[in-house]
């Protein structure tokens, strides 16, 4: 289910709700793409919490895919190194993020350098978030 980014505190507030009850592991798929300019400022306010709001309520990162580059500068410098046999186009899916780190780069914009010269706004394109046994 698609859900628009302007109702995403919405979810998380039923996530809370639901998941304590639930009897099988619950997974969230975010996809993380750029926030148009015309709506930054409204959204940007209600989407930059939503994964630590998610840990919050006992979710955690179990995979990060990341954005522009396969190893974005960030991920190097902090020792991360994507998992092997599983590229994805310009990107990497990564399973070991400490979760300061995973909150910190799916949250916010974080200029990267790629290609001949161009800039990224993000890192991270899409997060798997857990909870439950599983």
Known sequence: MRIPKSRTSEVARSLQNATPTA???????MSLMKIPEVDQHKVAAKTSRMPESLVDIGFGFSYVVSAAVPQPDLFKEHGYHPLPNAPVARRAVYDCLCTEHAIMW????????YGKGKLSPKIVRAILLAKGNG
């Not at 009897?23 to 798929?29: A, K, M, T, W």
């Open 23 to 29: 009897e099988r592991p619950v997974f969230l798929i």
């Open 106 to 113: 799916s949250s916010h914009s974080i200029p990267q350098k």
